[in-house]
């Protein structure tokens, strides 16, 4: 019972901030960025952004991984090979977009400014509910059921 309270009022007090700076809804910015797991309204803004900062450093790391597999564990070399160039056109401008974001969060992290902290919110909730999630749903889809032929099957030899 207790974390529905604090969820409540987390909640209100967030819409506070929404109705001075125009964020995104509560429940819509939950829904993408799991902001009920902060745990007091101290710096919230602050603490929303560091949210949105870690999901948006998770999605960084894996399109690194699909652009650049050398550290990446063996199975997303079959995975890479599914995509085409066009694909990985679309992966760089993602990675771009998301590493100037992770900067920016970085930036805010060493002063903190609420005016800023909304902005960043804002901005990074619109660009990834814009067309960034539609093209990842599209990307991942082509990994999880692409065509297979590129791919080499296992004659049994020795591979290592």
Known sequence: MEKEFNIFELKQEYEKFAE???LPDFDDINKV???????????L???VRRNVSERIAGYLRF??????????PMFFFKLVKKLDSE????????YEKLGMFEIE???????????LEADFIKKCYNIFNSDMKDKLFRI???????????SKGCNGSYFG
């Not at 694909?87 to 993602?94: A, M, Q």
């Open 63 to 72: 399109v690194e991984v699909i652009l650049n597999p050398a550290n990446a």
């Open 20 to 22: 001075k700076y125009s």
């Open 33 to 43: 960025f799991d902001i009920e797991e902060i745990d007091n309204n101290e710096f």
């Open 105 to 115: 969060a970085v930036k805010l992290d060493l002063d903190y400014n609420e005016n």
């Open 87 to 94: 694909d990985r056109v679309v992966l760089s401008e993602i």
């Open 45 to 47: 803004l602050r603490k």
């Open 140 to 150: 991942i889809g082509r990994l999880e059921n692409g065509n297979d032929n590129n």
